[in-house]
């Protein structure tokens, strides 16, 4: 029997694959580091407080919008949609936020309850009718680009209130308000992730679906929590870009979900579902910014600054996946 | 070098996570023979066949084949020089035809662009089928043959690809009596022709029955190779697990008590029609019968997979509403599928993760999960069940199946359950593990929960169970005590 009361030989020391893992983890830090360094040392201007500030900022938005679009491809889903419904949540937003009319918290939950709305929609879908995500959020882009443009009769909505427009232009203790509410709003993810039971059964689910199932998990409740969360997500990120650009928009946000979808994917969130993290999806979305920031500040117009996004991307998953197969 | 072997390895070694998963394994296969291969999970076999086939690469040691070294690291590579492997989990692509899969990869001489010539090919595995004697059209569509069929199909593509090795991984696990006669006969039609086959099957009676040679390996060592003249069912166990085992079946410890389970008149059009039984606590509940009896059909049922057309649950008494897995598992009903990598465990989930998954919200205060108390809880399982693990955070896909069928009953313990339902606990699974989970199954019966096991294998529902249900073809033919029971008596009800 001696043999079967042994423990493994090895359990003290850190499994090999962890490490090996691990070093991928960390892939895309070093990386992301290292594009800092060089920008550092080819543009003397990037490595300022002011650069930096505006390039977390201006990350803020897609930054959001990823880390909803994260929680969706850990359960093996996507949503093509959020783009739109930031357009939604902008105009529903702007609405209720001209000067003198409501109080600011008003606007605020007005175009979160629209993005809400939209998530649930797809959830709703998704769950009772069995067609793929990406179908019904396809369906959902364009209904919601079509909302947008009904409710503002297709013209943006400006002249906004001064305490809406501070939302996403204003400063506390010289820190520009996105990026706080990025911090916290990273921390409330990572928490979702990670520690609650929602955040587990999201990796369950995308996981192994059927046996997530057999263990109890209600398919159809987290999957609708989580595509509910996404709109939800897109909408804070609606109000933010509404009120940095302090106009209602129903054209803005257009092509935003492939932004969001490669930052997740840069991050090292697995298309197939099961894995990713929120701190991998905040680099990703960091790296994005820096380089087109990095480019902008060479003067490398915005048509050359495309290809090289889309060699990053295509990179990230290649080296990825040479880094699983090596496993 | 000796010529009679057609296949030499010295000194094999290879790690994997820091561990040694082979160290210093070696291998002589002569021609035409069967050489079967045994070990009891995690002793090596897998990932020593993976090297064969080039999907693993050896850290150090020597491979000759044929008496030229071989050096090739690729699937394709290896099938060209003639070694092929019939997959525990059958590999084809079930929307192609038998002719299609048999020559996939290797329809034409012309490349990606080359034209394939179906009505050639169709002929070609018409003659490869019926040299085999085996009757599948080559124009079927691979998803409407049986596994032993799709098991056929395997072993002419390996034959097509001119094989003089093929290794077999336990290549009767689903199949009938009467599809292993036709796979025992062809295999010796193999040996005749001169090709040798490297045979990996936990059924003891098979190993006697069809092989020459056994070699045995534990804990990825090299322990022995001997004529399977010269061993015996015990020699053999002894060799494998480094002991003496004076029983397969641990002695029962369960008293019968109240009734937990009470099924009446459940039916499921097509699958299973109008079965009544009932299973105490500590009592262990056998069902037997052939496949498609209907067996994994009720077990599914109860556990609120599928849906029942007629027919009642009643649990301790109460009539229950199962609708989802979730209702049957806060109803005190845990289940334990055969399908262990579909239904049991998430692949890329630790081993802790995987253990609480059914019984989160007890480790949970609100929405937030108690590290903890997680943690404590997964540790104390580890121990309980004695998984064999590098630590509670290692993903369970790197475990062995034995330890993975660990991790699943794990799961399902930790919902407290009055019942469990154990679907082929112990298929793919080693002697050594065997018997700790027969243990285990004796263990929850003496705590009082209330066992119902399905098994393929006749031993095992005769030395573990009170009772034994007999289906057949979706039937209930026979409720039989132990004193009844006997393996002639259960057949002769399973082929009703």
Not at chain 1, 56 to 75: E, R
Not at chain 2, 61 to 82: D, P, Q, R, T
Not at chain 2, 165 to 192: N, Y
Not at chain 2, 451 to 473: F, N
Request: charged share 15%; glycine share 10%.
């Amino acid at each position: 029997m001696e043999n079967l009361l042994k423990t493994d030989r090895n359990s003290t020391q850190k499994p090999y694959k962890t490490r090996i893992r691990g070093i991928g983890r960390y892939g895309i830090f070093i990386a992301f580091m290292l594009i800092c360094l060089v920008l550092s040392v080819v543009t003397p201007k990037f490595l300022t407080v002011s650069n930096l500030l505006i390039v977390v900022t201006q990350v803020s938005i897609n930054a959001l919008l990823a880390f909803g679009v994260t929680f969706v491809i850990i359960t093996g889903g996507i949503d093509l949609s959020i783009g739109s419904i930031v357009a939604v949540t902008s105009v529903v937003a702007a609405m209720f936020a001209h000067p003198d009319s409501y109080p600011v918290i008003v606007p605020i939950l007005a175009g979160l309850a629209a993005g809400l709305l939209l998530g649930a929609f797809n959830g709703l879908v998704i769950t009772k009718s069995k067609v793929p995500p990406f179908i019904v959020t396809l369906g959902t882009m364009t209904i919601g680009r079509g909302l947008a443009l009904i409710l503002s009769k297709g013209r943006p909505i400006s002249n906004l209130s001064d305490s809406f427009n501070f939302i996403g232009g204003g400063q506390l203790a010289g820190i520009p308000t996105p990026i706080i509410i990025l911090i916290v709003l990273f921390i409330v993810c990572s928490v979702v992730l990670k520690k609650t039971v929602l955040g587990r059964y999201m990796y369950a689910v995308g996981g192994n679906e059927p046996a997530a199932r057999a263990s109890g998990i209600q398919l159809n409740k987290v999957k609708m929590v989580v595509y509910t969360l996404c709109g939800g997500l897109a909408a804070l990120a609606g109000i933010l870009l509404t009120s940095r650009i302090t106009t209602g928009q129903p054209n803005a946000g257009v092509g935003f979900e492939l932004d969001a979808i490669a930052a997740a994917i840069i991050g090292g969130t697995s298309t197939t579902g099961g894995t990713g993290t929120m701190t991998g999806t905040l680099i990703g979305a960091l790296l994005i910014g820096v380089i087109s920031n990095g480019l902008d500040l060479m003067n490398v117009t915005s048509y050359y600054q495309q290809v090289v996004m889309g060699i990053i991307i295509i990179g990230a998953v290649v080296l990825d996946s040479l880094n699983q197969t090596k496993n | 070098m000796n010529p009679d072997y057609i296949l030499t390895v010295h000194g094999l070694t290879k790690s994997f996570s820091g561990v040694k998963a082979l160290d210093q394994v070696q291998l002589n296969l002569r021609k035409g023979e069967v050489h079967a291969l045994m070990g009891e999970n995690g002793a090596g076999k897998s990932t020593f066949m993976k090297i064969l086939i080039g999907l693993h690469t050896p850290d150090s040691g020597e491979i000759f084949f044929e008496g030229s070294e071989l050096k090739a690291s690729h699937v394709s590579e290896m099938l060209k020089k003639g070694i092929s492997m019939i997959h525990q989990e059958i590999l084809i692509v079930p929307e192609l035809t038998v002719a299609q899969n048999i020559f996939l990869g290797r329809e034409t001489n012309g490349g990606l662009f080359g034209w394939i010539d179906e009505k050639k090919l169709n002929q070609q595995a018409a003659v490869l089928l019926e040299q085999m004697g085996v009757s599948i059209s080559p124009t079927a569509k691979m998803k409407y043959l049986s596994v032993a069929e799709m098991q056929m199909v395997e072993i002419a593509k390996a034959l097509s690809n001119d094989a003089r090795v093929i290794i077999m991984d336990e290549p009767t696990s689903a199949l009938s009596d009467k599809e292993v006669a036709t796979l025992f006969s062809i295999i010796k039609d193999l040996k005749q022709k001169g090709v040798a086959i490297i045979y990996i099957s936990h059924k003891m009676d098979e190993i006697f029955e069809i092989s020459d040679t056994i070699t045995v390996l534990r804990d990825g060592k090299y322990i022995d190779t001997r004529p399977a003249a010269d061993l015996t069912i015990n020699s053999l166990i002894q060799l494998m697990v480094g002991r003496e085992i004076d029983s397969l079946f641990p002695e029962p410890t369960g008293h019968k008590g109240a009734e937990i389970l009470s099924v009446k008149n459940l039916s499921r059009a097509g699958k299973f029609s109008d079965i009544t039984f009932e299973v105490h606590a500590g009592e262990v509940l056998g069902i037997a019968g052939l496949m498609g009896a209907g067996r994994t059909e009720i077990a599914r049922a109860i556990f609120g997979l599928d849906a029942v057309d007629s027919g009642e649950i009643y649990l301790k008494g109460k009539q229950l509403i199962i609708k989802t897995p979730q209702d049957a598992i806060r109803q005190g009903i845990g289940y334990v599928s055969e399908d262990r990598k579909g239904l049991g465990f998430i692949p890329g989930l630790s081993v802790k993760h995987n253990i609480t998954l059914s019984s989160l919200p007890n480790h949970a205060r609100g929405l937030f999960i108690q590290d903890k108390s997680e943690a404590a809880t997964a540790t104390k399982m580890i121990a309980d069940l004695r998984i064999k693990t590098a630590g509670m955070d290692q993903k369970v896909m790197y475990l062995s199946g034995g330890n993975q069928q660990k991790v699943v009953i794990g799961k399902v313990l930790l919902a407290s359950p009055d019942l469990v339902i154990l679907d082929e606990p112990t298929r793919g699974i080693d002697v050594g593990a065997k018997f700790e989970i027969y243990k285990l199954i004796n263990r929850l019966v003496s705590d009082g929960i209330a066992v119902i096991m399905i098994s393929s294998e006749l031993p095992e529902i005769l030395g573990m169970s009170d009772r034994i249900l007999v289906l057949s073809q979706g039937k209930q033919t026979a409720l039989l005590s132990k004193a009844e029971a006997t393996q002639e008596t259960i057949m002769s009800y399973a082929v009703h």
